[in-house]
């Protein structure tokens, strides 16, 4: 039995339950990987939204739902709130009326998967004074627990929550840790980046069909050309730069820089740069307008 001792009392892994208020894209892609990993079994996952058109699949994955986030925060020590940024604050609000704050459990631990929403203002809620809040930012690859998250800790932070965080995502993943300064450019390189990296799959494909393949093979071809790719760099970490790597591929007059030549001219990389700053600003714009 897996225990760990906090200030705020014991919090035992084998009794983890999982609470989602919110059921739509990035709470179910994080149940999946989760329950994938085997870090929670699904009987020990429920999930609230108003409507059931997104608790369905919850429902299908075994999981329990109910339309009443007070059950959710009745039935689980660790609390996701997977709503949209700008509804976090009429979210908590309304579970405050329906709930003494003051009786939930102490080693209850909320995270935040909200873009841009900052901790002071999740800390605001007052869940609990001894309660654990957690910003983090992932992406949907967490599906198929090859999630990117990073993490960033409140005022209330045990070592045991830091422990608590690693058994959660280390699992379906990578997982750092981050200051809350930089939480909102790893929004645009990774929450939306995976979206970037989606649209560069596109168009190698569309290259591929472009020129006559048919397009599951030329889907294949750039899919399997990408997961290379980030596996080989993943390899070298440390040890050999992207650029290294870049350059290895390129023979002088060779196939591979003319295409590279293609990729500088139309600013390529200059305009990844740019999309991640976008995605970050507008990740702070979000987290403003949370507070209105
Ligand atoms: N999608 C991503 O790739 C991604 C990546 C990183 C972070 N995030 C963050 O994850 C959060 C959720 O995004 P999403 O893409 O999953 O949004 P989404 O698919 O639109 O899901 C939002 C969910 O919130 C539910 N909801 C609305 N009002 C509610 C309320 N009062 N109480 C409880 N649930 C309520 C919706 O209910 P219904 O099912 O009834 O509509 C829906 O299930 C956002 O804060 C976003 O910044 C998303």
Redesign the pocket.
Known sequence: MIRFQCPNGQFSWDKVSIGF?????????MAKGWIKAGVVKPDRVV?????????AAFKELGCSTTNS?VDVLKMSNIII?????H??G??VE?LRSNVDFGTIKKQTIFI??????PLADLEKFHFNAVTSVVRI????AFAECQAMTASCFGSVAYPCTKEVLTMLFEPVGSHISLPESLMNVF?GM???G??FMFSLLEGMSDGGVRLGLPRETSNTIAIQTMLGASLLAQANMGKRKLAELRESVCSPGGTTMAGLYTLEKNAVKAALMEAVEASCKR?EE?GCAGKK
């Open positions: 208020i919110g059921a739509g894209q990035m709470a179910q892609a999930a609230s939204a108003p409507t059931n058109r997104n608790l986030n709130i997977a709503v949209k940024p509804m976090i009429s979210v309304d935040s998967v909200a873009a841009g929403v930012m992932t992406n949907v929004v990774s929450g939306s995976i979206a990740s979000l």
